[in-house]
């Protein structure tokens, strides 16, 4: 199985500051020139929602200000000015291979 | 726009089977692009995905190894909807449980809190 791993486990930023997640996978996860790595947001009660998909590509609708990046093992998600509407829990999720994993999660709250 | 509805018993005792469905709207359970696929959410697991089904010509189903001796995920192309059965449960088996489309897992169904207690 690909282990994904994230850091840090929680972080505290101001509004209108950087925020930056990251996660590295225990193996390569690249496939056909694309890196098979997905951002979510999840807020409490809700599912996990889509944010950027193939490691850097924006679902419509999420603000700019959510960019991911990265290749090989190791993959960043950046919120480049954090608003109150922000406040979740981010993972990442890797869809190369099965099984799908998960990061353990990054709480991200403001302070 | 593709929406999934979950539901399903939210309460299931030690021993028997957790069966939920999710019925897609939007899309067709059989497109060829397409795949269905069950997650899972606890506190001690965090998000665990399950198994997947989908159709190439004839369907397919991937499942994670941890359940794989009590997991079924069946298509049901006249209702346009998926479903989960995971047989012998026990409390480690509690989570919130998701339906979510595609390879890149999304939508996401709206979960269903499954309690395994007699």
């Known amino acids: 199985d690909i282990v994904m791993t994230q850091s840090p486990d929680s972080l505290a930023v101001s509004l209108g500051e950087r925020a930056t997640i990251n996660c590295k996978s225990s193996?390569?996860?690249?496939?056909?020139?694309?890196?098979?790595l997905t951002w979510f947001q999840q807020k409490p009660g809700q599912p996990p929602k889509l944010l950027i998909y193939w490691a850097s590509t924006r679902e419509s609708g999420v603000p700019d200000r959510f960019s991911g990046s990265g290749s090989g093992t190791d993959f960043t998600l950046t919120i480049s000015s954090l608003q109150a509407e922000d406040v979740a829990v981010y993972y990442c999720q890797q869809h190369y291979s099965t099984p799908l994993t998960f990061g353990g999660g990054t709480k991200v709250e403001i302070k | 726009q593709v929406q999934l509805q979950q539901s399903g018993p939210r309460l299931v005792k030690p021993s028997q089977t957790l069966s939920l469905t999710c019925a897609i709207s939007g899309d067709s359970v059989s497109r060829n692009t397409a795949a269905w696929n069950w997650i899972r959410q606890s506190p001690s697991r965090g998000l665990e995905w399950l198994g997947r089904t989908y159709y190439r010509s004839k369907w397919y189903n991937d499942y994670a190894v941890s359940v794989k001796s009590r997991i079924t995920i069946n298509a049901d192309t006249s209702k346009n909807q998926v479903s989960l059965d995971l047989n012998f449960v026990t409390p480690e088996d509690a989570a919130v449980y998701y339906c979510a489309g595609g390879f890149a897992l999304d939508p996401w169904g709206q979960g269903t809190l499954v309690t395994v207690s007699s």
């Open positions: 193996q390569n996860i690249l496939s056909s020139d694309k890196q098979c």
